[in-house]
């Protein structure tokens, strides 16, 4: 092999890995998940705030969720902005059918950032009465453990226990292509990150001991990222403390969907990310299969090889995807596969549309980060991964100085 081949085959070698060990390490949460989980000796009382705008698909069973779970004490807040929004009768009509939960419905707009979900939860922190408050987006299914799985995450050295969402009950290709990113990519690659210590925040489930955010100057601390999430990684990592995420993520019905909003949404969390997390950003153009793929195909081509070799090594990639979302019980079907590499090739899409625009539109509101990259300090990646390095070091020396 040429020399000159030899960085192009490295990099083959590390991305592979790379996707040998995030995948197996949601294997082994989803093996965690699946053990029968001891009751919780606390059961600390928990409000949970949702914010609630329009009607979205699958609202009913995503709102109504909430009223059954099995939890012992806890409070439902919900959160709009508008007295004229049209899933107000169906709260209303949801806390009748449950008066035995203990639940308010609030209404109005706090403006303090451009975020417009972060405005909305304003009244719902002020009016939440316990220590625990988990912040829940109105579109995700919560199983009747919802919190006794967040709160299982739980320790000392812990200031939130957060869950991305996986995509579920799609109906159409262009949903099954957001399956494709949220599932087997995305969440992926955070529960990877959080296995090894480096979890961040994810907005649709957030549980925040109170006193924490308090520290920070309450919920107004928010504002200081143009995502709510980001906000909430970095100031539970400044208090000395960890973000965890739950075993396997819950769910959030997609229905119909099409490829434009599928798109769009892409491109606003990638616009965000990049504002937010910079540097890791930057290694994302690396985390698909698209670039691992055109090394192989660069040896193959320059080593004489048939090209046709591509067609195992992709099949092997694709099995191992596919053995995640058949053991985490994700969604699966025929089309998956060719969704998977349609994704794959537009991640360096994504990339370079989050360098080159700033714009976006979310929730009817036109929001732009543009200002936000000189108030975002650049955290790298050597900053979160040193404690890393430290105690593998300090394992070595241990180990060296008992031989």
């Avoid at 957060?162 to 799609?170: D, F, I, L, N, T």
């Avoid at 969907?257 to 616009?271: C, D, L, M």
């Avoid at 300090?377 to 040193?386: H, M, Q, V, Y």
Wanted: aromatic share 10%; net charge positive.
């Amino acid at each position: 092999m040429s020399i000159l081949l030899w960085p192009v085959a490295l990099f083959l070698i590390v991305a592979t890995g790379l996707h040998v060990l995030t995948s197996g390490a949601v294997l082994l949460r989803a093996w965690r998940d699946r053990r029968p989980r001891p009751a919780l000796e606390v059961t600390p009382p928990v409000s949970v705030v949702r914010t609630v705008t329009g009607i979205e698909n699958n609202i009913e069973a995503t709102l109504r969720s909430g009223f059954t779970l099995t939890y012992p004490d806890y409070e439902l807040i919900f959160c709009t902005q508008s007295a004229a929004d049209p899933v107000i009768p169906l709260v209303e009509a949801l806390r009748a059918e449950y008066p035995h939960v203990p639940s308010k419905l609030l209404i109005g707009d706090n403006r303090i950032s451009i975020n417009p979900k972060l405005n909305n939860l304003v009244k719902g922190w002020a009016a939440a009465k316990h220590d625990l408050v988990c912040m829940t987006d109105s579109n995700v299914l919560m199983p009747p453990d919802y919190l006794q799985r967040l709160l299982s995450r739980w320790a000392p050295n812990v200031g939130m226990v957060c869950s991305p969402a996986y995509g579920a009950w799609p109906e159409g290709a262009a949903a099954e292509l957001e399956c494709a990113f949220l599932n087997t990519y995305e969440g992926r690659w955070q529960l990877a990150a959080d296995s090894i210590g480096m979890g961040f925040a994810q907005g649709k489930t957030m549980l925040w001991r109170r006193d924490v955010l308090d520290k920070a100057g309450g919920i107004a601390a928010l504002a200081s990222e143009p995502a709510e999430d980001a906000a909430s990684t970095k100031i539970v990592r400044e208090a000395g403390l960890k973000v965890r995420l739950s075993h396997l993520p819950f769910a959030q019905p997609l229905g119909r969907r099409t490829f434009k909003e599928v798109w769009r949404r892409q491109v606003r969390w990638a616009r965000l990310r990049r504002v937010t997390f910079k540097a890791f950003f930057a290694g994302e153009l690396f985390s698909g299969g698209f670039l691992p793929f055109l090394a192989a195909a660069t040896i193959l081509f320059a080593e004489g090889f048939s090209l046709l070799w591509l067609v195992p090594f992709l099949a092997l990639w694709y099995a191992l995807e596919a053995s995640v979302a058949a053991y985490a019980r994700w969604p699966l079907g025929p089309r998956d596969a060719v969704l998977w590499v349609v994704r794959d090739l537009l991640i360096p899409a994504l990339w370079i549309s989050a360098w080159t625009g700033t714009k976006f539109t979310w929730r009817g509101v036109a929001m732009d980060v543009a200002g936000a990259d000189a108030k975002v300090p650049t955290e790298t990646a050597f900053t979160r991964l040193k404690p890393l390095f430290d105690r593998v070091r300090a394992r070595m020396a241990r180990y060296g100085a008992s031989r």
